[in-house]
């Protein structure tokens, strides 16, 4: 089931986690995503996720966003943190980051 297709009342939750989800929406989706996202939040709603942010692999079902994007995309919100995801030493992996939003006031 999509995101946008689900009941979610309006300024009903204080806190959404998406991790490596944003990252499989395709363009055409993404927009309407966010929009669902940001009328399910309260207004001292948060928002933590972590995503590719680096195009390495060339894969057709990931679509990377740097993070001036997500800024852009959740323009409702403050960005108060990020920092790269940490895997374990003996991964390849790079790209993921950390970002922690907070609706703006």
Same mark, same amino acid.
């Given at each position: 089931?999509?995101?946008?297709?689900?009941?979610?009342?309006?300024?009903?939750?204080?806190?959404?986690?998406?991790?490596?989800?944003?990252?499989?929406?395709?363009?055409?989706?993404?927009?309407?995503?966010?929009? /669902?996202? /940001?009328?399910?939040?309260?207004?001292?709603?948060? !928002? !933590?996720?972590?995503?590719?942010?680096?195009?390495?692999?060339?894969?057709?079902?990931?679509?990377?966003?740097?993070?001036?994007?997500?800024?852009?995309?959740?323009?409702?919100?403050?960005?108060?943190?990020?920092? !790269?995801?940490?895997?374990?030493?003996? /991964?390849?992996?790079?790209?993921?980051?950390?970002? !922690?939003?907070?609706?703006?006031?």
């Amino acid at each position: 089931q999509r995101i946008q297709d689900a009941q979610i009342g309006d300024s009903h939750y204080d806190f959404c986690l998406s991790w490596t989800v944003f990252q499989h929406i395709p363009p055409n989706e993404f927009d309407s995503t966010v929009e /669902t996202i /940001t009328q399910a939040l309260s207004d001292e709603g948060h !928002l !933590l996720i972590c995503e590719e942010v680096l195009d390495k692999n060339g894969d057709e079902r990931c679509y990377p966003r740097d993070v001036p994007e997500y800024e852009r995309a959740f323009s409702h919100f403050e960005l108060i943190s990020s920092q !790269l995801r940490q895997l374990e030493p003996s /991964t390849e992996f790079e790209g993921g980051e950390i970002m !922690l939003f907070q609706m703006k006031d």
